[in-house]
């Protein structure tokens, strides 16, 4: 994430004294981003207005909320979650029968976490948000370090620590959700999450996680709350951008594992081709929309029982994530 921030600094998207023209929206301000995929050439407040404009009418497209829904929004403390917080907030003054809560999860990464649960808990008192925190070790009785640990002493190198987290923190979100008794929960995954985990679930083959990959859930099981992407439509480069503009606090420090993830691979290549062909993701994004009418035939096939071992829905008799936690024990 430190990295995005460097990057947008010396970005040749960013205008320079030497270059920069006025604002295309506004005509008034000078210019300091161009947005090449549209060619709009931007200033800092029309910048962030649009950020925040298309949130609300992705928002009103994909009928996210209701006028009193009470809304969960997962907080990992990095800039594109505080984002999404920072204009929820926004949005719930011109919505005062919406309440929100942020939810976090402590996944108990050894001098990682704690600067995020610090960002997220001063964040939240400052825009008068409720925090609510699930915790690994509580939820699974081990931290994520300890289940790599236990992983590799048992040579379970088939799954990196990005798979369990993946599952286990999905688990945790939806409990948080629930404990807080939310009606939906909000993640801030931006368009370039949304292009990488579709490439990344062709190539697994995996037609399922495609079909449930949608802006807002299918509400397919009551345990099951239904989660709503607003920065779908945001690319990642923006959205940490906004945060730059309005002075966000978030933590920028890489997790330790994210270098064993394919994700890392996927978004590599594809901002090389949105670089070179800009309005790729956009036009992933697109593809995905059309597909998702035909691919959701195949979760309607899908019959959720109760997991033997925790309770939870699932498609099988172990859920996922009870059977990675009887793996490592």
């Not at 207005?49 to 809304?71: C, G, P, W």
């Not at 370090?145 to 379970?156: F, S």
């Not at 999905?170 to 807080?180: C, D, E, H, L």
Request: charged share 30%; with cysteine; proline share 3%.
């Amino acid at each position: 994430m430190g990295e995005t921030i460097f990057s947008l600094k010396q970005s040749k998207h960013l205008m320079n004294s030497t270059d920069a023209k006025l604002c295309t929206a506004c005509k008034i301000r000078d210019a300091f981003f161009y947005r090449k995929y549209s060619g709009e050439r931007l200033c800092r407040k029309c910048f962030a207005s649009s950020i925040e404009a298309k949130v609300r009418s992705t928002i009103t497209r994909y009928q996210m909320l209701r006028f009193n829904d009470h809304l969960a929004v997962a907080v990992s403390g990095g800039k594109d979650s505080l984002s999404l917080l920072y204009i929820l907030a926004k949005i719930r003054k011109y919505r005062p029968k919406t309440t929100i809560t942020a939810v976090t999860v402590d996944e108990g990464i050894k001098g990682y976490r704690d600067e995020a649960l610090e960002i997220a808990a001063k964040t939240c008192k400052k825009l008068e948000i409720p925090l609510h925190i699930v915790s690994f070790k509580e939820l699974y009785g081990f931290s994520l370090d300890e289940i790599i640990t236990k992983a590799r002493e048992k040579g379970l190198a088939e799954l990196t620590a990005c798979s369990y987290c993946g599952v286990l923190r999905r688990r945790a979100i939806n409990t948080g959700a629930r404990q807080v008794k939310a009606d939906k929960v909000a993640t801030a995954h931006t368009l370039d999450d949304e292009t990488q985990t579709f490439l990344m679930n062709i190539m697994r083959g995996d037609v399922t996680r495609l079909a449930k990959q949608t802006p807002v859930s299918k509400e397919i099981q009551p345990l099951f709350v239904q989660k709503i992407k607003p920065f779908c439509e945001i690319p990642e480069k923006e959205s940490a951008l906004y945060a730059y503009i309005k002075k966000l606090d978030f933590q920028d420090t890489p997790c330790p594992y994210a270098s064993e993830a394919l994700r890392n691979d996927i978004r590599g290549m594809l901002n090389h081709v949105e670089e070179k062909h800009a309005g790729t993701k956009f036009a992933i994004s697109r593809a995905m929309t059309k597909l998702a009418p035909a691919l959701e035939e195949t979760t309607k096939k899908e019959v959720f029982k109760t997991c033997i071992e925790c309770g939870e829905p699932s498609t099988l008799d172990l859920c996922k994530t009870c059977e990675m936690l009887r793996q490592i024990r």
